[in-house]
Structure formats: structure tokens, C-alpha cells
């Protein structure tokens, strides 16, 4: 079972940048951030296919977020840049394994099984 711990969250103004990070234990070929307010259900932000890095973004953060990894450091990134206050949220590194070995189902969102517990990022006005 991969373990993943969040951790870059924090306050800044809207315009602004912010880096998550995810350190994971164990291996995916599948990773995934997704964001989650009090007032909404958990949603797909962006995702990566590790053995190719092929990478997918849901329409809101398209242009203005970015997902990678290194391997080296066994680390996925989220870049979130031109931040908006609706980008506001507690945000969930994710994992699944895909048994197809094809990028095209990483982005099945509602496939992904294992979660780390979420660091909170707030942008103000």
C-alpha cells in the first residue's frame, strides 16, 4: 500500500504562487492531486502517469497549474501559479495502481484508492 504525506500548503493573495508536494512511500504508476472544500465534494485537479509522465488537468486549473515528478526524491509536485480565491481548498496527493499501464486511465478520477491527508491552501482576495 503507497503512503503519501502533503505537505507546501499555506495563505497567499490572489495572483499567487504555491508548490505542494507529496513524498511517497511505495509505487504507483498513477498520481493524482485533488482539492476539497467544506462546502463541495472531493474533485480531480491533475494527474500524472509515471512511466511517461504524460499528465491531465480538469478545466478550472488548465494554464495555470502544473504536475510533476521526481523520482529521484520520490516526490510528485503540484505548481499552482495565477492562484484564484476559488482555489481555495484542502488539497490530496492520490495513488492508484493501473493495471493497463495506460496514461489515458489515469485520469479516472474515481479510480484512485490510496490518500494522503491533505494540506490546506487558502487565497485571499
Known amino acids: 500500500q503507497v503512503q503519501l504525506v502533503e505537505s507546501g500548503g499555506g495563505s497567499v493573495q490572489s495572483g499567487g504562487s504555491l508548490r505542494l508536494s507529496c513524498a511517497v512511500s511505495g509505487y504507483s504508476n498513477c498520481m493524482g492531486w485533488f482539492r476539497q472544500t467544506p462546502e463541495s465534494s472531493r474533485e480531480g485537479v491533475a494527474t500524472?502517469?509515471?512511466?511517461?509522465?504524460?499528465?491531465n488537468f480538469a478545466e478550472p486549473v488548465k494554464g495555470r497549474f502544473s504536475i510533476s515528478q521526481d523520482n529521484d526524491k520520490n516526490t510528485i509536485y503540484l505548481q499552482m501559479n495565477k492562484l484564484e480565491p476559488e482555489d481555495t481548498a484542502m488539497y490530496y496527493c492520490a495513488a492508484f495502481w493501473n493495471r493497463a499501464a495506460s496514461s489515458p486511465a489515469c485520469g479516472n478520477w474515481g479510480a484512485y484508492d490510496s490518500w494522503g491527508r491533505g494540506t490546506p491552501v487558502t487565497v485571499s482576495p
Open positions: 500524472v502517469f509515471i512511466d511517461d509522465g504524460t499528465t
